[in-house]
């Protein structure tokens, strides 16, 4: 059987998580809990199709975009981007697919980041989406992942 390849503009995870697909939507969605794994509990979410949200995640670096689907506890879609200036991924500008299938041991969850317009930001969000669903399988594994090394307080 052959596997397709990625397209270039695409970053593609998958990791098996020891817990229900309704506990890792639940951490997805719940706008108390996303902070435990991703962001900053200054947060805005609109968990609904076309709804907002705004999260700082690494420091300075605020991500925001939309809500496209929202289909408790199976698939999640959102669009994605970084606020500021300069930056090459305006807010809402790329798309992320995040699918959770319910195994005998859990769940195994599909993260498709499409839409990033180079090799560099491809690599720099499968870093990125690397670092925070470790994060998540910890916490819905029964893990604390405890302060995130990323966060640092904005300059300025």
């Not at 052959?2 to 969605?29: N, S, W």
């Not at 949200?53 to 981007?81: H, I, K, Q």
Request: overall charge negative.
């Amino acid at each position: 059987m052959t596997t397709p390849a990625t397209p270039m503009d695409t970053v593609t995870l998958e990791r098996r998580i020891a817990a229900r697909p309704e506990t890792v939507f639940g951490l997805l969605t719940d706008r108390e809990k996303q902070p435990s794994w991703m962001g900053d509990a200054d947060a805005t979410f609109s968990f609904q199709p076309g709804g907002a949200y705004r999260t700082r995640v690494t420091g300075e670096n605020v991500a925001s975009g939309r809500f496209l689907t929202v289909d408790p506890p199976e698939r999640l879609v959102f669009t994605w981007g970084w606020e500021g200036a300069g930056t090459p991924l305006a807010p809402g500008s790329t798309r992320v697919e995040i699918t959770l299938e319910p195994t005998p041991a859990g769940t195994l969850l599909h993260l498709i980041h499409s839409g990033l317009p180079t090799t560099e930001a491809c690599e720099a969000h499968a870093e990125l989406w690397q670092h925070y669903i470790d994060r998540l399988t910890l916490h819905a594994e029964g893990g604390n992942p405890g302060p995130d090394p990323w966060m640092r307080p904005p300059t300025g």
